[in-house]
Every structure is written in C-alpha cells, then in structure tokens.
C-alpha cells in the first residue's frame, strides 16, 4: 500500500508539472497565477517524494530547489 501511495504521489507530481508548464506555454494563466505556482509547487513535492524513496538524489536536489522557488513565488503572490 504504501508503494502504490508513493507512485501516485510521484505520478501526480509529474502531472502537476506538466500541466502548469503547458497552461503557461499555451498563455492560459500566467507565471504570477497562484494556480501556476500551486501546481510547480505541489507537483515538485511529489517528485521529491518519489526519488528520495528509491534514493535518486539528483531528481530530488533539482524538484527541492524548484519547490522552494514556487514557494517563495507563492509568499510573493500572497502577500
């Protein structure tokens, strides 16, 4: 169960990510949407969450960096 958890969370991090690339590439929403930055940021997070379980640390070291970026991205749209 807890595999299959972990594939879901991965898979829809990639998801997550490919959708906020294509809805920005296709001028839908914008790099300053809250929805844009949501889904960087919660799509990174499931990356990371599947690369440190099977231990691929440069997955992991490229999607913490890219989290940190739409977070701070969201603080900025926020406040």
Do not use: C, E
Not at 10 to 20: D, E, H, P, R
Not at 26 to 47: M, W
Request: charged residues 5%; positive net charge; glycine residues 6%.
């Amino acid at each position: 169960m807890k595999r299959l958890l972990a594939g879901i969370i991965g898979w829809y991090g990639v998801l997550a990510m490919l959708l906020a690339y294509a809805l920005l590439s296709f001028n839908v929403i914008a790099s300053n949407d809250i929805i844009y930055q949501l889904l960087n940021f919660t799509g990174a997070i499931g990356i990371v969450v599947i690369s440190l379980i099977k231990k691929a640390y440069q997955p992991a070291t490229l999607n913490t960096i890219w989290a940190i970026i739409a977070l701070i991205a969201l603080l900025t749209i926020v406040f």
